[in-house]
């Protein structure tokens, strides 16, 4: 299994620039969530899903659309980047489970976003 | 409102002692409280869990407590190993069902040989 992949591993942007961040996981997971983590801040929700077809907004989901056609693939979407959105991105994947437990999320290797 | 917090941005020890990391959080409704550790230039891994109906969980040379009168936990790592080195988030999920983590700000752990 590659796990959770993401590509690409670096981008710079200018300005006002569209782009999508890629993600994809291999485990068939239910769950999948992009995280952005800024210094200081530790890792935020941006958006997250529980299953194809379903999508939610997290703690910082403005500026950011994303999709779920399919079990395997959430791209998150920048429609017009601004400098504010400099970060490193995470893709990260889980199973459902039973109420009352817990599945890990796993993690890709993360991109690292310049927009100047 | 930052709803978990890991006030120590950076802890240092010498190998072989105790690491203790810290975490506090307001949420009473969270469900699950996690740790996490991340290596530079690579995503996050799961390292230890604890539900909040318990108090202490342990796995090998890793122990997480939870104090959830005092709204805090802290993971203890015995004995600290260089390759412990790394940046800790503390992380709590209010539904097990979602994975919707909400993270605390990480402390940096530098463990001297």
């Known amino acids: 299994n590659a796990g959770v992949t993401q590509t690409p591993k670096f981008q710079v942007l200018k300005t006002g620039q569209s782009m999508t961040l890629q993600c994809a996981q291999d485990?068939?997971?239910?769950?999948m969530s992009w995280y952005r983590q800024d210094p200081g801040m530790g890792l935020r929700l941006i958006h997250y899903?529980?299953?194809?077809?379903?999508?939610d907004q997290g703690e910082v989901p403005n500026g950011y659309n994303v999709s779920r056609s399919t079990t395997e693939d959430f791209p998150l979407r920048l429609l017009s980047a601004a400098p504010s959105q400099t970060s490193v991105y995470f893709c990260?994947?889980?199973?459902?489970?039973?109420?009352?437990?817990?599945?890990?999320?796993?993690f890709g290797p993360g991109t690292r976003l310049t927009v100047l | 409102d930052q709803q978990v917090k890991q006030n120590s941005p950076s802890l240092s020890v010498q190998e072989g002692r105790i690491s203790i990391l810290n975490c506090d959080y307001t949420?009473?409704?969270?469900?699950?409280f996690l740790w996490y550790k991340k290596y530079p230039a690579e995503g996050p891994t799961f390292l230890i869990s604890?539900?909040?109906?318990?108090d202490k969980n342990e796995d090998g040379r890793f122990t997480v407590f939870l104090n959830k009168s005092a709204k805090h936990l802290s993971l203890h790592i015995v004995p600290s190993q260089p390759g412990d080195s790394a940046v800790y988030f503390c992380?709590?999920?209010?539904?097990?069902?979602?994975?919707?983590?909400?993270f605390g700000q990480g402390t940096t752990l530098q463990v001297k040989p």
């Open positions: 949420n009473s409704m969270f469900d699950y």
């Open positions: 485990m068939n997971h239910e769950y």
């Open positions: 992380a709590a999920v209010g539904s097990s069902n979602t994975g919707k983590l909400i």
């Open positions: 604890i539900s909040s109906i318990k």
């Open positions: 899903s529980v299953g194809a077809g379903i999508t």
């Open positions: 990260a994947s889980s199973r459902d489970t039973p109420s009352g437990e817990y599945n890990e999320q796993f």
